[in-house]
């Protein structure tokens, strides 16, 4: 399944983030936040450059602080597309601003993003990404999968014989449930 499994174990930029958040569920919101924002800046880019970025755009996006960034305006957008820390795609940047305000009104309408996410949870892959891009900017095939593969709502993050996939599955992986491991 996963190819990530091959070359991010001890690597010094994917070491960490594949043995202890890649597949591994979240419930915080900024967390979750996070994770979808940084998806949708690696599009048509490497995993590792966001990595290497991930500092950046936590400094820039207000600790992902997802009010903080919804509230982001003219200014706030100026600064982002002069920050040569954080890949600077107005798109992106929009989309990120958008995609905050889709999560405020989550809060809402379902109790929050996870609460949003379990709530639809399980759907197949082809109808996350209808959800998705119906729910939030910038959220394709590969960015939507990705993210929630990422969160444990997809299989696929890690190799079966991973150690990475068995302290994942620990956590009670939302597509493992009803299902033996």
């Known amino acids: 399944m996963s190819g990530y499994c091959t070359i991010a174990p001890g690597h010094p930029i994917h070491g960490t983030y594949h043995d ?9 919101e900024s967390v979750l936040f996070e994770r979808l924002l940084l998806e949708i800046n690696q599009a048509g880019l490497s995993w590792e450059t966001i990595l ?14 997802v ?12 600064r982002l597309m002069a920050d040569a820390g954080i890949i ?19 809060r809402a309408s379902h109790g929050g993003f996870a609460a949003w996410l379990d709530a639809h949870h399980p759907l197949e892959n082809a109808d996350w990404v209808k959800l998705f891009k119906k729910t939030f900017r910038f959220t394709g095939g590969e960015i939507t999968g990705e993210f929630l593969m990422s969160l444990g709502y997809l299989p696929g993050a890690h190799h ?10 620990r956590h009670q992986l939302p597509w493992m449930q009803g299902q033996s491991t």
């Open 52 to 65: 290497r970025k991930r500092a950046a755009f936590r400094a820039a996006y207000s600790g992902f602080d």
């Open 160 to 169: 079966a014989d991973c150690p990475a996939y068995a302290e994942a599955a």
């Open 67 to 78: 009010d903080a960034v919804a509230a982001y305006g003219e200014a706030e957008i100026a």
């Open 20 to 28: 202890t958040e890649y597949g591994f569920p979240q419930r915080d």
């Open 88 to 106: 600077r795609n107005r798109l992106k940047v929009l989309a990120a601003i958008h995609n905050a305000q889709v999560i405020q009104r989550l």
